[in-house]
């Protein structure tokens, strides 16, 4: 809300979070948070944090459009959010390592001739770090083979210098996945992040009705296991949030 309601208003171009943590009753251990605002015409922020607690230690990016972003903004998140997904449905025989799945995350991006510089995903230390390895989802060869009980992140992102940045992560732990009837022993991730993506970024005619499925169902059980724990205008946003979105919510087809 804060953002929301300052959207042309403040002059700031950058918000460091100890600046507002000494207001915040914040529960945890931060190790690293971070966010950016461009104030007037299109406008994002994307804020990455991490805490530990006593049953684990969180690692979370969200990207935040406040204003109008307008359609080059909404197209990039678009092709990050399709590469979120596409690793995040992703079933790999046992044995497979990050390395041979990085690529499901960057597909889109490629694509279209883009791509980010950093690693797609990393494993999740308790009270070590939120970066410990030595499982790692990234081009760089990796020889460590996921496993079930591995905890890891699943980070595309894109940063256009001078513009504006962009990053979908939630944390997904590794877990057997039923058998179809095939040969072997497969795996797959189950998320473990539920925090809403913001829909005002989304462009669905880029998606298909696979991507959308996981979206709305992703959103579904961020609605009903976080609902029950919100009240009043804070549980109304989460429903608004997370509302289900068709092809036709969304903005024009870009060409």
Known sequence: YYLRDSAGVLKKTEQRVWEVLPRLDVHGVLFDAFGRVTVGGSVG?????AYAYLDGTTDITRTVAIGDPGPEIRRMFTLVLKGHIALGR???PAGTTGSQLDSLARQFLWQEGYDYDHGTGHGVGAFLSVHEGPQRIAKAPNTTALQ?????????????AGAFGIRCENLVVVRESPRAGGDLAML??????LVPFDLRLVDASLM?????????NYHQRVAAEI???LQGSDLAWLQQATRPL???DSPRPIV
């Open 45 to 49: 922020y994307m804020q990455k944090s």
């Open 227 to 229: 609902g029950p724990l």
């Open 90 to 92: 992703a079933r790999f």
């Open 246 to 248: 068709a092809v036709a």
């Open 208 to 216: 298909t009705p696979v991507e959308l499925s996981w979206l709305n």
């Open 188 to 193: 797959e991730f189950e998320v473990l992040t």
């Open 148 to 160: 079930p009980g591995m905890v890891v992140s699943n980070e595309p992102g894109y940063y256009r």
